[in-house]
């Protein structure tokens, strides 16, 4: 046997087990199942603080399906219900919707229900909101409307929030967000606001990522505030750790 036979036999015998391993190789799965875990020193949501100024626990579990449809659960301390006179301490958000793209356009709608056990308050806070999101390149615009009242706010079904963010790249697990958002409540239009908040991260890998953002609102002073007459919607940096495995 020739050793150019021999290098010829070695080739083929390559590219066989090249095109075996290829074959082999693992398909998409057909859903992921996620896990989060977290911490913040303010929870804030849409601008204003949730709880009282104060750092906050957080974790969710999130299931998505390859063709696009999605479950999930997400929970946190919270202190505004008990500011607001009732005895809730953790909000729990339910969630589900669908994603796709059409050609470079995203889009994301679904259902959120957010839940305070043990609320107690005279209007119910739990609410309801259906919402719909588009992304185009780093651009993100969403629309979010309530199918119940908002938050405890009496006679407020039909209130809405539209923000718009951008998340940009920067490299090396490096990001920052811009975001601007518009709250209107329903028939109590004193508490309708604009926040808005600049967001770096940094993933580090293996699940783990700290973020700082830098939150401030429009609200108004003497309506969103806490038992000691602190504004919730005061400027503020917040930093954040979350693991997901």
């Given at each position: 046997?020739?050793?150019?036979?021999?290098?010829?036999?070695?080739?083929?015998?390559?590219?066989?087990?090249?095109?075996?391993?290829?074959?082999?190789?693992?398909?998409?799965?057909?859903?992921?199942?996620?896990?989060?875990?977290g911490?913040?020193?303010?929870?804030?949501?849409?601008?204003?603080?949730?709880?009282?100024?104060?750092?906050?626990?957080?974790?969710?579990?999130d299931?998505?399906?390859?063709?696009g449809?999605?479950?999930?659960?997400?929970?946190?301390?919270?202190?505004?219900?008990?500011?607001?006179?009732?005895?809730?301490?953790?909000?729990?958000d339910?969630?589900?919707?669908?994603?796709?793209?059409?050609?470079?356009?995203?889009?994301?709608?679904?259902?959120?229900?957010?839940?305070?056990?043990?609320?107690?308050?005279?209007?119910?806070?739990?609410?309801?909101?259906?919402?719909?999101?588009?992304?185009?390149?780093?651009?993100?615009?969403?629309?979010?409307?309530?199918?119940?009242?908002?938050?405890?706010?009496?006679?407020?079904?039909?209130?809405?929030?539209?923000?718009?963010?951008?998340?940009?790249?920067?490299?090396n697990?490096?990001?920052?967000?811009?975001?601007?958002?518009?709250?209107?409540?329903?028939?109590?239009g004193a508490?309708?606001y604009?926040?808005?908040?600049?967001?770096?991260?940094?993933?580090?890998?293996?699940?783990?990522s700290?973020?700082?953002?830098?939150?401030?609102?429009?609200?108004?002073?003497?309506?969103?505030?806490?038992?000691?007459?602190?504004f919730?919607?005061?400027?503020?940096?917040?930093?954040?750790?979350?693991?997901?495995?």
């Amino acid at each position: 046997m020739t050793l150019k036979f021999e290098k010829t036999l070695i080739l083929v015998a390559l590219t066989v087990s090249s095109a075996a391993f290829a074959q082999t190789k693992a398909p998409e799965p057909d859903y992921t199942l996620a896990f989060n875990v977290g911490a913040v020193t303010d929870y804030r949501y849409r601008g204003i603080s949730q709880s009282r100024l104060k750092p906050a626990a957080q974790g969710g579990i999130d299931f998505s399906h390859k063709s696009g449809f999605y479950i999930g659960t997400w929970g946190s301390t919270i202190k505004w219900i008990k500011d607001a006179g009732g005895d809730a301490d953790v909000e729990i958000d339910l969630y589900g919707g669908y994603k796709g793209t059409v050609g470079d356009f995203g889009y994301d709608a679904g259902v959120l229900r957010y839940f305070y056990p043990g609320s107690s308050l005279s209007v119910n806070p739990d609410t309801t909101e259906l919402y719909v999101a588009g992304t185009w390149g780093p651009a993100t615009l969403k629309y979010s409307h309530s199918t119940t009242n908002l938050f405890g706010f009496a006679d407020s079904k039909g209130s809405g929030y539209l923000d718009a963010s951008a998340t940009f790249d920067l490299g090396n697990g490096f990001s920052v967000v811009p975001h601007v958002g518009r709250t209107w409540v329903k028939h109590n239009g004193a508490f309708s606001y604009t926040d808005y908040s600049v967001t770096g991260a940094k993933d580090f890998g293996n699940g783990l990522s700290v973020s700082l953002a830098l939150i401030a609102t429009d609200a108004d002073k003497s309506l969103y505030v806490t038992p000691a007459g602190k504004f919730t919607g005061k400027t503020m940096l917040v930093a954040g750790v979350k693991y997901t495995f």
